[in-house]
């Protein structure tokens, strides 16, 4: 994969340099010359860095085949021949041969780019992904309920992605026809495709919603460009781009700020018996629990209404986001309601400053009480490995298959550890356990219990909390629950 980005970021910073030598040295047949070989070759540069070796062979067979026919045929005939070279690119004829370079060829060449967050911020941004998907769930369910909505964006992103396609290789052909008066102008015909191409990637990804919003702040550089180049008189002119450019940065900074508005809070909400308080623990943070680097811990004491707490909630998020830690979870209790933070360990500055942000929210006093939790044991103690949080996450995973109108059976699957093998033995005479020898270690042996049911919600939380009882009885250790269907 490095091999790859290297080779790629090699050969762009090469064209990017040679972009002044070129207008400088060449006549304009040549800069057009060059700057068809540098804008193909940015496309199969693409295709290489997130598609994989496989997929730039089949896609260069395409390519040279279009080139040839177009080179070879007169200009009228063109458009038709772009249109019908774009089919071979959507349609992809060659898909098997296709499958036959993957299998064959080294896995380091045919995976897709995958980019990893680096730096110790990397939970918080694992995160903000997770609430992202959270709140473009709606959008998602559709494509799981709704026969129409799928079949409307996936015909939609098809239709963007010939209309790209088409367009770009008649742009080539046009360039390539008119070398002798070519013009830099050009390249501002390519913007167009990069928009389209945009679009269809936001449509197959979040949706109608981000793709109508991306195509509002798309229009606005094109409507710039053809007013300065007008024939209106300067001030006219002038007047008028200024005004779109102001208005253009305005909606910018508007969508800049929905960006940091738009979070979300999906919680596994119980009462613990125990110690007699009602969870809200935060189901987005769950798969990020045991991470290095947000270490520093605090929780926030308020006594404040329920009802204005939910008021001020949302802004609560939006600040949280803005400033890079997590709500973990919130409690109600006698004494009044608890916010649980982690923050990043070089952070804790924050947890003052937050102090004071919902002091002036709720016009109250709040006691905080900070730690450090480097193994997130008292997360685990007081939420995660808590039998009701337990149940409560089996219900809201097997909850979300309803949502889906997934009506199958479900597995609800734990995974466990022992530290004696009788133990385990004893476990299997009652469930189906698999062995995890990867996970395992000298000290103790990980496994997982599959267990199939109904997705029926007293089922499921009897035949969790049954679960929970056996490996108390047999000194097993919970480690994470799962459902699957």
């Known amino acids: 994969m490095k091999r790859r980005i290297m080779i790629s970021a090699s050969m762009v910073l090469l064209l990017i340099v040679l972009i002044p030598i070129a207008v400088l040295l060449f ?60 089919l071979l690119f959507v349609l992809n004829p060659l898909s098997s ?3 036959y370079l993957e299998k064959k060829m080294n896995e380091e060449d045919v995976l897709p780019l995958r980019i990893s967050i680096r730096g110790s911020y990397w939970p918080f941004y694992s995160y903000q992904k997770e609430m992202k998907n959270f709140y473009h769930l709606p959008q998602a369910r559709k494509l799981f309920t709704q026969k129409w909505y799928l079949h409307a964006r996936q015909i939609l992103t098809v239709a963007l992605v010939t209309l790209g396609t088409v367009v770009f290789i008649n742009n080539l052909s046009n360039i390539a026809n008119s070398l002798d008066d070519f013009s830099w102008i050009n390249f501002f015909n390519f913007y167009s495709v990069i928009i389209i191409f945009i679009l269809a990637f936001f449509l197959y990804k979040k949706g109608f919603t981000s793709t109508i919003r991306t195509l509002v702040i798309s229009v606005f550089p094109p409507v710039i460009f053809l007013v300065l180049i007008s024939d209106f008189p300067d001030p006219i002119r002038y007047s008028f781009a200024g005004g779109t450019l102001i208005a253009f940065m305005v909606i910018l900074g508007l969508e800049l700020a929905k960006l940091y508005q738009r979070v979300a809070y999906d919680s596994y909400h119980y009462y613990d018996v125990d110690q007699q308080m009602e969870v809200y623990a935060n189901a987005l943070f769950e798969p990020l ?58 952070n804790g500055k924050r947890i003052e400053k937050f102090k004071t942000f919902l002091e002036s929210k709720f016009k109250n006093q709040v006691v905080v009480h900070q730690f450090d939790d480097p193994n997130k ?37 734990m995974i466990v550890y022992f530290e004696h093998e009788e133990d385990l033995l ?40 049954e679960m929970l009882l056996e490996l108390l009885i047999h000194s097993g250790k919970f480690v994470r629950i799962s459902v699957f269907y």
């Open 377 to 413: 044991q008292q997360y685990e103690e007081k939420f995660f490995h808590r039998p009701d949080y337990i149940v409560s996450r089996g219900l809201a995973l097997a909850n979300l298959l309803k949502e889906l109108e997934i009506k199958t059976r479900i597995i609800v699957s």
């Open 426 to 465: 004893e476990i299997q005479k009652i469930y189906s356990v698999l062995r995890l020898d990867d996970l395992s270690e000298d000290e103790y042996i990980t496994a997982r219990i599959d267990v199939p049911l109904i997705n029926v919600d007293y089922v499921i939380e009897a035949k969790i909390r």
């Open 27 to 86: 006549d304009l047949r040549d800069q057009g010359i060059f700057m068809i070989v540098m804008l193909v070759t940015f496309v199969y540069v693409g295709i290489y860095v997130f598609g994989g070796v496989h997929k730039l062979i089949v896609y260069s067979i395409y390519g040279i085949i279009t080139t040839a026919i177009l080179l070879s045929s007169p200009q009228p005939y063109h458009l038709p021949i772009a249109i019908i070279g774009s």
């Open 289 to 346: 629990i045991y991470n290095e680097s947000f270490t520093k811990c605090a929780s926030f004491l308020m006594k404040v209404k329920p009802e204005e707490f939910q008021k001020q909630f949302h802004s609560i998020l939006v600040y949280a986001n803005y400033f890079r830690f997590i709500v973990t979870a919130y409690t109600m209790e006698k004494q009044g309601i608890t916010i649980h933070a982690h923050f990043h360990y070089k």
């Open 97 to 99: 041969f296709e499958s």
